[in-house]
């Protein structure tokens, strides 16, 4: 199946799902039975922090605020990313380890909360589930340690190309895929080595998802961007 004609299943089985239901779902509130997981702490205490707050250089693309995303229309109401503060701190050490290398990160997302991966979880189709985080279990993008991310030439501005785009569901998303062209993969592979370097972990079929090695010290959070306060520490 393309990942257009995928995109454009997702889209349809979202609006029906949508039915009577608040097209934003960042901001859906759940029954007891639609609530995050409950977990036994101890948890540290969150602090989620903005990451163009620590470094305004790194840019965003944060495609869940647009309907330029898997299932076609805006999950957020608000283009912004955020990660608990060391993994943000980690984050804009890689962004500036890079920029000898002539690269910037681009940010597609971070922090999401819970509600928003329950959705992607209902939208997609079983087969493709392993792209997708399950709900009943939580995701660290919704702990505040995950973050989905690219590179931005720095003489341009612009995306550079990877052997995937963002969130295709193939195997090309893979970070060890070896196919396709040597350049794009040699990028693919220096953002997996600088990400590394400050603790993070690719996700083994998505070149662009890497997760923070304190992830398991932070509770599920579902959390609207809105809601969240935060205050920058240098």
């Known amino acids: 199946m393309s990942i257009k004609l995928h995109r454009t299943l997702l ?25 995050p997981p409950q977990e036994s702490g101890p948890f540290r205490r969150p602090d989620l922090v903005e990451l163009v707050s620590l470094d305004p250089t790194i840019h965003l693309d944060i495609r869940y605020a647009t309907s330029n995303n898997l299932v076609g229309r805006p999950v957020y109401t608000e283009a912004r990313a955020f990660l608990q503060r060391p993994a943000a701190e980690a984050v804009v050490r890689a962004h500036r380890s890079l920029k000898k290398r002539g690269y910037g990160l681009l940010i597609f997302d971070g922090y999401r909360p819970w ?10 189709p079983p087969e493709k589930r392993e792209f997708v985080a399950n709900p009943a279990e939580g995701s ?42 040597a350049e794009p993969r040699a990028r693919r592979d220096l953002l997996r080595a600088a990400m590394e370097k400050e603790g993070f972990t690719v ?28 205050a920058s520490k240098h």
């Open 140 to 181: 660290k993008h919704n702990r505040g340690c995950a973050v989905d991310l690219s590179l931005y030439d720095l003489k341009t501005g612009h995306e550079v190309e990877m052997p995937s785009v963002y969130d295709e569901m193939s195997e090309r998303a893979h970070p060890n895929y070896g196919d396709g062209t």
């Open 11 to 35: 889209a349809a089985c979202l609006n029906l799902w949508l039915a009577g239901v608040v097209p934003l779902f960042e901001a859906r509130t759940f029954s007891a039975q639609e609530a």
């Open 115 to 124: 509600s928003v991966t329950k959705v992607f979880w209902e939208v997609t």
């Open 203 to 230: 996700y083994l079929k998505e070149w662009w998802h890497f997760d923070y090695k304190s992830w398991k010290e932070y509770p599920i959070l579902n959390l609207p961007f809105n809601q969240i306060k935060t």
